[in-house]
């Protein structure tokens, strides 16, 4: 017969693991509410193009084949478009995969990767679960600086993680700066420039830092296909790297980490360039003018570079929590920030013209319920 065992003869995670505050991800809004919309995720209220979903149906006869493991047309339609060597392309299921693949390959247990105290929540999960110490750098006023990373930086310091432009902040590190940050970082030390947001920046290539990439060997940029190319179900991602750390990705990544049906709609979404610019024109329309709006009813929302807006409440988190639960009760889903260190704001993602033209109401009437801005 077994003896009665305690907890302590359980299988043990690592001790990171047990750090790990579970990924939560942005609700859906309540459906039974007309006219609902997710503005949460900072998904593509434009969905995909329809050359991509003509794409997806039809790598339907193939269900029975293993995909591409190299996803070899899809990089090198990438690499095409942008002038850079398909090898040092890497395809992931999602960029969430490649920024944990990276956590995992370069942090030895007790590593140090640094990334900002408002940056996207993913980094800390993917540090912990390599084993790996988070190391908080701070923003000045919501804005990544390369100073404030640079002062962070110690003799185990194996990666920087910066999101560029950054979720939740949507601010933007200009490239000089990402030069100077690169340039006085240790070379033993990865910089990984997280550009799933490129798309919707002014200076998508500059900030991306894709010509950085291709001159060093130490600095990694990853894409997304999630959101300006409305393919986030599919979970398709990409990273352009130096030859070396391509390479290990290629060793750690499981050999058709992405599927069949998503290389194919990813190809054909990067090759219909006029939707694209559709949606990126909306969203720089979109985060103008809701900005306005938002300032002129007494939030502050800084500058977007994105598909997003972040919008701080005058009266702080019980405000913000307020204004959730007004706009949720009345379908507008929008994303809580306190888990971003900023309870005192919400999150909203771009919605298309007549969702959006319903949200701002509602928000001026959240606000002049609560007897205005101050
Ligand atoms: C900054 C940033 N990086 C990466 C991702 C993850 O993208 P993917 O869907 O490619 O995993 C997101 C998604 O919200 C993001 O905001």
Redesign the pocket.
Known sequence: MKAMRGAKDRPKPRGGILKILRYQGGEAPDSSIPGAVKMS??ESPFGASAKARAAYLKAADNLSLYPDGDATALRQTIAARHGIEAARIVCGA???EIIHLLAQIYLEAGDEAIHMRHG?A?YRIAILAAGGRPVIAEEEELMARADRILEKVSERTKIVFL?NPN?PTSSCMGEEEIRRLHAALPEKTLLVI?A?YAEYADRADDISAMSLVGESENVVMTR?F?KIYGL?ALRL?WAYAPAEVAEMLNRTRAPFNVSGAALAAGRAAYEDVGFTDRVRRHAIGWRAAMRERAIALGLDAPLSETNFILMRFPRGEDQASRAYRFLAARGFQLRPMGIYALPDALRASAALDEATERFARTLEEFMSREGGGG
Do not use: H, K, M, Q
């Open positions: 995720s900072n999602g960029s969430d996207f993913i999101a979720n997280d799933a997304t999630s986030a991602g």
